[in-house]
């Protein structure tokens, strides 16, 4: 009489084989999860929230800090006034403010230039939370700053150019 309730010696040694391997996918999950955005922002400002949405869909786990005086954080942070835009965040370290595109934070984690963080100025129509159904994108620029101001790359949309 034959027993169907029997593992092989083959069923046992494959699944032995295989446990380190499962064992392990949580821990790369874990190393190349990305890390928190903190973002200050005004109550009543509307484009922020587009902006934030942008982040999470890239992967990004963001915070949400809600202030009436998000300039007052800026200063501290040393964004300088020609570069403010209407939110700002933190991430690792870095100030990003404004408009910045997910890739060049992205792009900002992985090449850990020297500088206080990036910047786009202003509301570019078209950039991440201000890409509104109808409004052609206009080509804009992402600026590290710091001691001093250079350009991080040019977009049009989320997309480097």
Not at 62 to 69: A, I, K, L, T
Not at 74 to 82: A, I
Not at 93 to 119: D, K, Q
């Amino acid at each position: 009489m034959r027993n169907d309730h029997f593992i092989s010696r083959r069923a046992v040694l494959a699944a032995a084989g295989a446990f380190p391997l499962l064992m392990s996918i949580p821990t790369r999950a874990r190393a190349e999860a990305l890390p928190l955005v903190t973002v200050t922002k005004d109550p009543s400002c509307g484009c922020c929230g587009g902006w934030i949405e942008h982040i999470k869909a890239a992967g990004f786990p963001v915070h949400v800090v809600e202030s009436s005086d998000v300039d007052a954080l800026k200063q501290r942070l040393g964004v300088p006034v020609e570069l403010t835009s209407c939110h700002t965040a933190e991430v690792e370290g870095y100030v990003v403010e404004g408009h910045v595109p997910a890739a060049a934070i992205r792009r900002l984690l992985a090449e850990r230039p020297v500088g206080t963080g990036l910047a786009v100025p202003g509301m570019p129509a078209g950039s991440p939370g201000m890409d509104f159904p109808g409004v052609d994108p206009e080509a804009y620029e992402v600026l590290l700053f710091g001691a001093t101001i250079q350009s991080f790359g040019q977009f049009l949309g989320s997309r480097e150019i």
